[in-house]
Every structure is written in structure tokens, then in C-alpha cells.
């Protein structure tokens, strides 16, 4: 399945990431650098146990695993449920290191500090550091390479309440950072580089002015009058029939200010 083998895959060294999990999008799990295939997990279950225990990053207790991840599950059949998953995804960690990856201490568990990299982590450090402070191009860098990390909804393989709140909050981060790349780059004449940014971020957000204007700035920059007024028009029409409004006063004199 295109893995290493178990005698390749020993490292000696304590307290360093030995696996990464990607969280944005679909769940996907790394060891030294090659995916574990989905067919190596004995249960969906267990692999949402590992996302779970990485999200938390902290030791859990074990009815609030319980609560979490089967709610509407008797607690004996939950538990249960619970040790036969914890055996499947310890099993399965111990085929790539010999290292005890889940810690148990007074019913509560947590995953072994430092060994699992999440790219939550990498995004929400980056992009916190990024927003409070002014930008510059070697942080336009780095804040480029913590969006491309999103790749889709925190956590959308779990379908839990837990989740939905945290899904907004990063969602919300991930669009507050992208609108600062689009206008650092409006700002230093590189309206191309602010359309990658802006045409999903309208995408994502088809009534906000705010958005569309710095969408027309980029078209107007670029010199292109048909694409401004291409996108204003389809702006009006959603507004219309999805919403029944019509763009504010000063959305319509920004429109015809741009034209000139």
C-alpha cells in the first residue's frame, strides 16, 4: 500500500513529531512523510479518535470522549465502544513506532506531547502572528503558506455540534487573513496575486461590498473594465433575486467612480 514497514519506521529519538495530521479537509494522517492508507484503519472510528485526541491536545477525560464522539449512545455501550476503538488506533500507531503515542493518567487521555503536528497548529499560529502586525513581504510569504493549508472545513469528516463553532471560527480566521494578502497586494500593484484571494473570498461571501469592492480594484488595476463590470452586474442580479436588496448608495457611486 505503498508504506514503509515497521523495522523501517523506528525512531530512537524522544519527543519529536513522528506524525503529522492534516485536520482542514478530509482527515489524512503522515508518517515520515508517506499517508497512511485509509484501508490500514480497522474503523472510521478510530481514526476519528486520533483527530479528536490531536484537537484537544490536552489530557481528556473519559466520559468527555464519550459525550463527544457517541452523544446519543448509552454510557456502557459507549464505553465500550471506547476501548475497542482506543485498542484499533493504539494497534495501529505501534506499526509505526514503538513509542506509548496515547497517555492514560486517572481516566483522562491525551495524545504524547510533541509527536503529533497538526496543521490547525501551523495555521492558527501563523495567521495570529500574521493579523497583528503590519505587513510585509516575507509575511505575506508565510501567511500564503498557512491558507494554502486550508483546504476545505476544520474537521468536515466529524459530524458532531462540538465542531460547528470551532468550524466558524476558523473559517472566519482563514477569510481575515486572505483579505489582508488581497490588500497588502492592492497596495503594492499586484492586483493578480489579490485576484487568487479575492475571487474565493466572494466566493464565499456573494453579498459583501466591502469585498467586491477591493475585487473591482483588482479589475480596474489590471485594466480590465469588462471584468469590473461583468462582476458588478452579477453582484446586483444575486443581490436581487437571492436577497431582494439592491447595493447600498455608496456601493453604486464606487461602481461608477471605478468605470471613469
Known sequence: MGLVNRVDVETPEKDVCLFRIRMFGPIRVFFGGQEINVAWWRTVKSRHLLAYL???DKPVCTDQIMEDLWP????????????????????????????????????RYQLRPGTILSDRIEFEETVHLA????????LA???????????????EDLDYPWIIPIQEELRSLNLEAR??????????KMPTKALLHLQQLMALNPYSESILKLLLT?????????????????????????????PSPAMEKFFANILR
Do not use: C, W
Open 54 to 56: 490531536a484537537h484537544q
Open 72 to 107: 446519543d449512545v448509552e454510557p456502557d455501550k459507549a464505553l465500550a465502544l471506547f476501548h475497542t476503538t482506543l485498542y484499533y488506533l493504539r494497534r495501529l500507531l505501534h506499526q509505526f513506532t514503538k513509542e506509548e503515542m496515547i497517555l492514560r493518567g486517572s481516566k
Open 131 to 138: 493579523l497583528e502586525k503590519e505587513m510585509t513581504a516575507v
Open 141 to 155: 510569504e508565510q501567511l500564503e503558506a498557512a491558507v494554502a493549508l486550508y483546504r476545505g472545513d476544520y474537521l
Open 179 to 188: 483579505q489582508k494578502l488581497a490588500v497588502y497586494y492592492l497596495q503594492n
Open 218 to 246: 483588482a479589475y480596474a488595476e489590471r485594466g480590465d473594465q469588462a471584468a469590473v463590470i461583468k462582476h458588478y452586474t452579477l453582484f446586483v442580479r444575486n443581490l436581487a433575486e437571492d436577497l431582494g436588496l439592491q
